[in-house]
C-alpha cells in the first residue's frame, strides 16, 4: 500500500503543476526509497547491517542510495530552475 497507492497519489498532485526537469523523478526515487525503508521494518530482514551506532537490514541499506539520488537530482532541477528563471 505504501509502496505503490500512496506514492501514486503523492505523485499524483506533485505532478499537476508544471516543475522543473526532473522534479518529479527526484520525489519519486526519494519517496520509493523512504517507502521501502519504512516497509523493510515490518519485514523478515535478510540480514543486518552495521551503519555507524545504527542496526538497520539489508533491505533499508539498500533503500538509502535511492533517498540520496532522489534528494540529489531535486537539489540539481530546483538549482537549475532557480538559476535559470533569474536570467
Given amino acids: ?28 526515487a ?12 515490518f519485514r523478515e530482514p535478510d540480514y543486518e547491517v552495521m551503519l555507524g551506532p545504527w542496526v538497520i537490514s539489508a533491505g533499508q541499506m539498500l533503500s538509502l542510495p535511492m533517498i540520496i539520488l532522489g534528494g540529489a537530482l531535486l537539489l540539481v532541477a530546483y538549482k537549475k530552475y532557480s538559476t535559470t528563471s533569474l536570467s
Fill in 1 to 28: 500500500l505504501v509502496d505503490g497507492v500512496l506514492l501514486f497519489i503523492v505523485l499524483w498532485f506533485y505532478s499537476r503543476k508544471p516543475r522543473p526537469y526532473m522534479a518529479v523523478s527526484g520525489v519519486f
Fill in 30 to 41: 526519494a519517496g520509493y526509497g523512504c517507502a521501502r525503508f519504512f516497509t523493510e521494518y
